[in-house]
């Protein structure tokens, strides 16, 4: 009985050993596959951030307030989402308010031209009225009278 004892013994220990190698193992496959998935979730994450800043640089602001929305449902903990939308959505305010103001100043633009060109066409019709006048005036004679006398003569009454 003693020769089975230390058989079992070494039988049990090397299966206790074993098993502990499996459990470290398959520990170890957990973490890495844990940490798998965060560097998987991490990429999708930047690449959806990316994807949103390129679609604001593009004026897309609907395209990147959803896209913001989707990172918001897939990664809750990551960012604070809500103000990202509120400054999306004051850039495209303040997009919207440089359009208007940039077609206002080139309306503005346009008026002064037609403004100019009118100005230009009524200065060179007074230039040409002014020169009418002239030469007409000078043509005209005055006679000119030799006495002191005036022209009508005072009666008395």
Do not use: C, W
Request: net charge positive; proline share 3%; glycine share 0%.
């Amino acid at each position: 009985m003693k020769e089975t004892q230390p058989k079992k013994n070494k039988f049990v220990k090397v299966i206790l050993l074993l098993l502990i190698i499996s459990i470290v193992i398959n520990i170890k496959l957990s973490i890495d596959n844990k940490n798998t998935q965060e560097i998987k979730n991490d990429k999708q994450y930047y690449n959806l951030r990316n994807q949103a800043n390129k679609q604001i640089l593009n004026g897309d602001y609907e395209l990147a307030i959803n896209t913001y929305k989707k990172i918001k449902e897939n990664f809750p903990l990551k960012d604070n989402f809500d103000s990202s939308i509120k400054l999306i959505l004051n850039q495209k305010n303040r997009s919207n308010e440089y359009d208007s103001l940039k077609e206002k100043t080139n309306t503005y633009i346009k008026d002064i031209k037609n403004l100019e060109s009118e100005n230009i066409i009524i200065n060179n019709h007074y230039k040409k009225l002014l020169q009418d006048f002239n030469t007409k005036n000078n043509k005209l004679t005055f006679n000119k009278t030799t006495s002191n006398t005036p022209p009508f003569k005072k009666t008395r009454y």
